[in-house]
Each structure stands twice: as structure tokens, then as C-alpha cells.
């Protein structure tokens, strides 16, 4: 039984279609990412799945619940990481974190100790005593992520949770979040950054005007395109190189110099990668440079809808 | 109990920050002596005026009311008509923060959730009048007659106004700005009509249709020892405008997603 089940999901805002037929599945452990550009529908989507917002149509269940009949139950395992940084800016991290526990039924010793987790996971634990107010942009989002998970939620559900941070920060949250899945927690992970859900997620969805258009792990949905890989290398020199050793590789289907460039087209990088060094080695040439360009998730949405991700 | 956590960080957040009761013990302390001494040093001694003619009347209905217990009520009851707009901008920039969200996300329900927020600020109102009568019983020997228990019915029936107008008027509006200066203008309004700024010098007529004044009447009387009973009509007004208030932000929220 999938955790997580949306079906004909839809929802407008006036004349606009936010979601429109959206079809949802999600088993237990997953890492799921939901990825679009701008006003694809992915934060009204998941405000319908905690509840925040009516569907127009469809249904929602979470392990197996109908959530229209059963929200109490099912809000209790759910986290939600906003969009926007909720949290209050007046009071320290640790009251903030514990604030969002009570409401989780924890209490007492318990939630001291949940909350010590939460603080230690996000990387605040010597700030704990610190208002927001002086956090940076990144910090806030950590916090942000901790009172979501303090009651350690089945389902964590993450809404863009590293839009406008540093590089720290980022790197902290996205290792977390793969913690998170390790440890068994469901996550539903939204983005318009393609290069984190691909390194994050287990399965991607992806969205655009209020549908999902690709659905898929990594593989299937780059296998949506023609996967024609280029492997470009810089040689030291390339006098007497013997191109044919190269073209005559299997899975290669062409190899060409310019110069000391050396372009080769294939259709699996990774498999012969190490045949092709073998065989510039065996010519006594020295690698100086070498670029793979794997076709990316963006090249799938751009071949999908014709647009790029971001602009 | 789970909204008892959301009635307590209500009340912490209110009373950790300092800009907020202090300034408004403050200010209405020195607003009440003021008032007394002003009425003492001019109006009481100046030659009768129509104005004054009129006080003398309403102060001569309640008995004799000294001036110092008129103004004592009448601020008393300011002071948590004004806090009930510090209130309605709280709520509504909790809105804006979206942490009310992430309330709303959790296992609590919306009743839980409105009863927390209900109970904190009715509370703290009572905190914020307990600690005005203290001020001005302690720094200017006002007596307050004993009858504690009135005063307190009165109090609560008073901050239940003050809260429902408060969390009616954010929903309505939503936004901190436009909810701070409607609440602010309704506010003044009816204080300013209710007459008690001039010790009931004008506005004598108009005044009985206003809440402030149904409030500190009844104020009046519990402090001159009269019983509860005789201002029974001033409390179920008071209370039948709360539970109109009340009403409809029932009848707005259960419209709308949240
Ligand atoms: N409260 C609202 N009122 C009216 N329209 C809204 C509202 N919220 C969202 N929309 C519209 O619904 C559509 C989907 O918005 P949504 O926020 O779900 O997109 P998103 O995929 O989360 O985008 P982003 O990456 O910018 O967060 C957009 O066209 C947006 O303008
Ligand atoms: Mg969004």
C-alpha cells in the first residue's frame, strides 16, 4: 500500500488552475521529489496534502486514510517544512522548536530531549539560546526544518527548503534530508533545483501547470530522451593518435579531434570510460582535461515542455 | 489540553516583549493622574459651565462618584480596549509569518487552536488590569473597595469584547497594517465617544450606546460596593457583543481554506 495516494487531484484559484488532474503515488521510504518551474502547482499541492487547503476534486490518502475523514490521525505523522520561513522571530531557537513538539503531544523530559535531536540535526545546538532574529538566511532555514521534525514524523513533507541560502547551508540540509531517508522517514522533497532532486531523491515527479508530465527514477526519466553522452577530453598532444582504437568501441558512435581536443560520443559514458584512458595511455598521451556531459533532468524538462526550468 | 501550549506562548511572546506593558502601564498611570488633576485644578474650579453641568449630572447618577474612582474605572477600561488592538496585530502577523500555518498543520483542531489563542490574550488582559490596579493602588493609594471578585467578572467579560473584536477584525483584513489602523480607529472612536476622556462632560447621549461606557459604569458601581446584580444589563450587553463577534469569525473561518 503506498504512504502517500493523490488521485485526480484538482484546484483552482479563481480563473487560475493551480492543479489540475494531478495523480499521485508514494510508497513507504521513499525519498520522492517534486520538481517544476514557478507556479507549477507544487506548494498548492502540498498544502492539500497537510490539509491546509480544500481540493476542488479528488482524494488524498495517506497510509491508506482518507484524509477528509481522518485528519487528526494522519496530521500527528506528517512534518511540514513551509515555503516560506515560519517560525518566531521573538522567541530562541529551542523555544521554537519546542513550541511545534507540544503541539505533537510531547512534553516534559521527552520533548527536551526531541527537541536536543531536532537542534542537533539542524546544526544549532550551540545557538539554541539565540533568537532568529540574528540568525542568517541559512540558519533560519535549518531551524525552520527542525520544528517540523521534531516529532519525527513518517511522512516529512519539504517545501523549496533551500531557496536563497549559502553553499553551507545547502550542503548541511541536502545531507540531512538524505539522513532523513537512510533512517526510513518518507520525504517528499520540492524544488526547481533539478541537480538536487536528482542527488536527493529516490524517484522524481515532475511538474509543470498543474500536472505531473514525467514520472520516474533518474534513469527512466533521462531514458526519455536520446541519453547520447559526450565525453570531451584535452590531450597533451595528439600527433599519430589512432582514432580508429577509439571508434571502433562498441558503444562509442563517433570520435573526433580538433586540435588537441578529443570528442567522443557515446551511449554509455560510465561503462567505457575506463577503456577509453586505457587506450590513450597505451599511446603515451597525458590526459590534461576531461569534461562529461551526461544529458541532466533539465535537459529532460526542456525536451518535455520546450522550456527550461529556470530562466 | 494541547492549546494550553499555544495560550502560553501567546502570553510569553506578549510579556517578554518589552515595548508593549510597560509603556502601556505607563502611560495610562500618568494618564489617570493627569486626568484627576487637571478635573481638580480647572474644571472643578472654574465657573459652571453647561459642560460641567453635564459631569456634575452623570457623576451625581452614580452616587456621588468621586472623580478619582471615575477615572480610575474609565481607565482601567481603556487601557484593555487599547490592548485588544497590540492583540489584533499579534494574531494578524502570525498570519503573515505563516506560523499560524504550521499550527494549523498540526494534530491540533481548528476549535483546539482558536481556544488557545482565545484563552492566552483573555489572560493576558487580565494580567495587564491586575497590574494597572496594582500600579495605581500602590503609587496613588487608589482604593479599588474589595469588591475583587466583581471587578474581575467585569474584567473578563470586558477582555472577552476586546479579544473576539480582536481575532474578528484580523480575519477580516489580514494584513498588520490595515487591521493595526482599523483597530486603532474603532478603538478611539468609541473611547473618545463613550464620553470618559471629559468625565462624561459631552457625548452624554451617544455615550450610553458604547461599549467603553457600559464597561466603566459597571466598573464604577462594582468599586462603590453596589453587587453585580446592578449592573447586570451593563454585562450581558457587554457580553452579547462578544458572542456576536463572536459569531461571525466562526461563521468567516468555517467559509475559508484554513
Ligand atoms: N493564494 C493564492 N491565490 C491565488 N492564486 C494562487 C494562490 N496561491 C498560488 N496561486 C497560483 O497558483 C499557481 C500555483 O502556485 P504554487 O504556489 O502552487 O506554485 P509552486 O509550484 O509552488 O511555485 P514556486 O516554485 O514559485 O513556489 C500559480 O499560478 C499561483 O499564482
Ligand atoms: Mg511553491
Known amino acids: 500500500m503506498p504512504i502517500v495516494k493523490v488521485n485526480n487531484l484538482v484546484k483552482r484559484y479563481g480563473s487560475i488552475l493551480a492543479v489540475d488532474n494531478l495523480c499521485l503515488s508514494i510508497e513507504k521510504?521513499?525519498?520522492?521529489?517534486?520538481?517544476?518551474?514557478?507556479?507549477?502547482?507544487?506548494?498548492?499541492?502540498?498544502?492539500?496534502?497537510?490539509?491546509?487547503?480544500?481540493?476542488?476534486?479528488?482524494?488524498?490518502?495517506?497510509?491508506?486514510?482518507?484524509?477528509?475523514?481522518n485528519h487528526k490521525e494522519i496530521k500527528r505523522n506528517i512534518g511540514l517544512v513551509p515555503q516560506d520561513v515560519a517560525i518566531y522571530e521573538n522567541m530562541s531557537a529551542r523555544e521554537n522548536i519546542e513550541f511545534f513538539g507540544s503541539l505533537y503531544g510531547l512534553y516534559?523530559?521527552?520533548?527536551?530531549?526531541?527537541?536536543?535531536?531536532a537542534l542537533e540535526f539542524s546544526g544549532l545546538y550551540e545557538k539554541q539560546n539565540e533568537r532568529p532574529k540574528k540568525f542568517s538566511g541559512?540558519?533560519?532555514?535549518?531551524?525552520?526544518i527542525a520544528c517540523s521534525i521534531v516529532h519525527k514524523p513518517q511522512i516529512l513533507i519539504m517545501d523549496e527548503p533551500t531557496v536563497g541560502i549559502d553553499a553551507q547551508s545547502r550542503n548541511h540540509i541536502l545531507s540531512s534530508v538524505k539522513e532523513l531517508g537512510k533512517s526510513g522517514t518518507t520525504v517528499i522533497y520540492t524544488s526547481h533545483y533539478m541537480e538536487e532532486v536528482e542527488s536527493l531523491c529516490t524517484r522524481?515527479?515532475?511538474?509543470?501547470?498543474?500536472?505531473?508530465?514525467?514520472?520516474?527514477?533518474?534513469?527512466?526519466?533521462?531514458?526519455?530522451?536520446?541519453?547520447?553522452?559526450?565525453v570531451a577530453m584535452e590531450l597533451d598532444n595528439t600527433s599519430d593518435f589512432r582514432l580508429d582504437e577509439l571508434s571502433s568501441l562498441d558503444e562509442v558512435s563517433s570520435a573526433v579531434l580538433h586540435g588537441n581536443q578529443l570528442q567522443i560520443v557515446t551511449s554509455n559514458s560510465h561503462g567505457i570510460l575506463q577503456d577509453i584512458i586505457?587506450?590513450?595511455?597505451?599511446?603515451?598521451?597525458?590526459?590534461?582535461?576531461?569534461?562529461?556531459?551526461?544529458?541532466?533532468?533539465?535537459?529532460?524538462?526542456?525536451?518535455?515542455?520546450?522550456?527550461?526550468?529556470?530562466? | 489540553m494541547r492549546f494550553y501550549y499555544i495560550a502560553l506562548k501567546e502570553i510569553k511572546s506578549f510579556i517578554k516583549n518589552p515595548y508593549i506593558i510597560p509603556p502601556l502601564l505607563i502611560v495610562h498611570f500618568l494618564q489617570f493622574v493627569i486626568s484627576i488633576n487637571v478635573f481638580n485644578n480647572f474644571v472643578g474650579e472654574s465657573t459652571i459651565t453647561k459642560n460641567t453641568f453635564a459631569t456634575i449630572e452623570i457623576i451625581n447618577k452614580n452616587n456621588n462618584t468621586n472623580i478619582v474612582i471615575f477615572y480610575g474605572a474609565f481607565i482601567l477600561t481603556q487601557l484593555l480596549a487599547l490592548s485588544s488592538i497590540i492583540v489584533a496585530a499579534y494574531i494578524?502577523?502570525?498570519?503573515?509569518?505563516?506560523?499560524?500555518?504550521?499550527?494549523?498543520?498540526?494534530?491540533?483542531?481548528?476549535?483546539?487552536?482558536?481556544?488557545?489563542?482565545?484563552?492566552?490574550?483573555i489572560t493576558l488582559m487580565i494580567i495587564i488590569s491586575a497590574l494597572f490596579m496594582f500600579l495605581i493602588s500602590v503609587l496613588y493609594g487608589f482604593d479599588w473597595g474589595g469588591a475583587y471578585f466583581n471587578i474581575f467578572i467585569i474584567t473578563v467579560s470586558l477582555s472577552f469584547v476586546c479579544v473576539t473584536f480582536a481575532m474578528l477584525i484580523s480575519n477580516i483584513f489580514k494584513q498588520t497594517k490595515i487591521v493595526a489602523s482599523i483597530a486603532t480607529f474603532t478603538v478611539v472612536a468609541f473611547i473618545f465617544l463613550s464620553g470618559g476622556l471629559f468625565a462624561g462632560a459631552v457625548f452624554n447621549k451617544i455615550s450610553r450606546y458604547t461599549l467603553i461606557r457600559w464597561a466603566f459604569d459597571a466598573y464604577i458601581s462594582v468599586i462603590e460596593g453596589k453587587p453585580l446584580g446592578s449592573v447586570s444589563i451593563n454585562l450581558i450587553n457587554i457580553l452579547l457583543t462578544g458572542i456576536i463577534f463572536m459569531a461571525i469569525y466562526i461563521m468567516i473561518t468555517r467559509k475559508g481554506d484554513r
Not at chain 1, 522524481?204 to 559526450?230: P, Q
Not at chain 1, 590526459?287 to 524538462?301: M, Q, R
Not at chain 2, 502577523?93 to 483546539?112: A, C, G, H, M
Open chain 1, 138 to 144: 541559512g540558519m533560519k532555514r535549518r531551524l525552520n
Open chain 1, 278 to 311: 586505457e587506450i590513450i595511455l597505451r599511446q603515451d598521451k597525458k590526459i590534461i582535461n576531461i569534461n562529461l556531459n551526461t544529458p541532466s533532468l533539465e535537459n529532460v524538462f526542456l525536451k518535455l515542455t520546450g522550456r527550461n526550468l529556470r530562466d
Open chain 1, 204 to 230: 522524481i515527479g515532475i511538474v509543470d501547470f498543474g500536472r505531473i508530465i514525467a514520472i520516474g527514477n533518474k534513469n527512466e526519466l533521462k531514458n526519455l530522451i536520446d541519453s547520447e553522452e559526450i
Open chain 1, 108 to 117: 516534559g523530559k521527552n520533548l527536551k530531549e526531541m527537541a536536543s535531536e
Open chain 2, 92 to 121: 494578524t502577523s502570525e498570519w503573515e509569518n505563516k506560523t499560524y500555518d504550521r499550527i494549523l498543520v498540526s494534530p491540533l483542531s481548528i476549535f483546539q487552536i482558536n481556544i488557545g489563542i482565545f484563552s492566552g490574550y
Open chain 1, 29 to 69: 521510504g521513499e525519498t520522492f521529489g517534486l520538481v517544476g518551474p514557478n507556479c507549477a502547482g507544487k506548494s498548492t499541492t502540498i498544502k492539500m496534502l497537510v490539509g491546509l487547503l480544500k481540493p476542488d476534486r479528488g482524494e488524498i490518502f495517506i497510509n491508506g486514510i482518507d484524509i477528509v475523514q
